[in-house]
């Protein structure tokens, strides 16, 4: 009887377990799931492009005088806001006009701007001042020409340009 008694309780405890879970909350319908990917983007590489012009003579240079060309652009192709700099003249004020020195004798200066081909601004970045164009776009031109009309002694005058993606 004792044997009985036990199992009696024993069936009445199992019994009471699968109760609790057969009333537990159920799911209804189909599940719905979301997935999106989180990408990390490697910094968008820049194109940049420089050359000096040829042939240029020391002695009386006029204003607007292009020394050298360049471009801009991205290797992805997408349009993009720029901005460059001359990375080794010497900032003359807030904008985009510079002062070189001569390789060969550092007292010989040639002050220089730069200008870009398409419509710029001017802003000052991280302690830099950057010449930045107004819009996106895939690629630019731009000029390194004489400002004032200037005396320029013979010389080496490096022209060291530095261009980056602009991110508001």
Not at 49 to 67: D, E, P, Q, R, W
Not at 108 to 133: H, M, P, Q, Y
Not at 142 to 148: D, K, V
């Given at each position: 009887m004792?044997?009985l008694?036990?199992?009696?309780?024993?069936?009445?405890?199992?019994?009471?377990?699968?109760?609790g879970?057969a009333?537990?909350?159920?799911?209804?319908?189909?599940?719905?799931?979301?997935?999106?990917?989180?990408?990390?983007?490697?910094s968008?590489?820049?194109?940049?492009?420089?050359?000096?012009?040829?042939?240029?003579?020391a002695?009386?240079?006029?204003?607007?005088?292009?020394?050298a060309?360049?471009s801009?652009?991205?290797?992805?192709g997408?349009?993009?806001?720029?901005v460059i700099r001359?990375?080794?003249?010497?900032?003359?004020?807030?904008?985009?006009?510079y002062?070189?020195?001569?390789?060969?004798?550092?007292?010989?200066?040639?002050k220089?701007?730069?200008?870009?081909?398409?419509?710029?601004?001017?802003?000052r970045i991280?302690?830099?001042?950057?010449?930045?164009?107004?819009?996106?776009?895939?690629?630019t031109?731009?000029?390194?020409?004489?400002?004032?009309?200037?005396?320029?002694?013979?010389?080496?005058?490096t022209?060291?340009?530095?261009?980056?993606?602009?991110?508001?």
């Amino acid at each position: 009887m004792m044997i009985l008694r036990k199992l009696a309780l024993t069936t009445i405890f199992i019994g009471a377990g699968f109760a609790g879970i057969a009333h537990a909350g159920s799911l209804g319908g189909d599940a719905s799931t979301a997935s999106d990917d989180a990408v990390f983007n490697g910094s968008t590489q820049v194109t940049n492009k420089l050359s000096a012009v040829s042939n240029l003579v020391a002695g009386n240079v006029a204003h607007n005088t292009i020394i050298a060309t360049g471009s801009i652009g991205s290797v992805d192709g997408n349009a993009h806001r720029y901005v460059i700099r001359l990375a080794n003249g010497v900032p003359q004020g807030a904008g985009s006009l510079y002062e070189l020195t001569g390789n060969n004798n550092t007292s010989n200066k040639l002050k220089v701007a730069l200008n870009l081909d398409v419509g710029s601004d001017w802003e000052r970045i991280n302690g830099n001042g950057f010449t930045k164009t107004r819009n996106a776009i895939k690629s630019t031109n731009y000029r390194i020409n004489t400002y004032e009309g200037q005396y320029v002694n013979a010389d080496v005058y490096t022209i060291q340009s530095e261009a980056y993606v602009y991110n508001e």
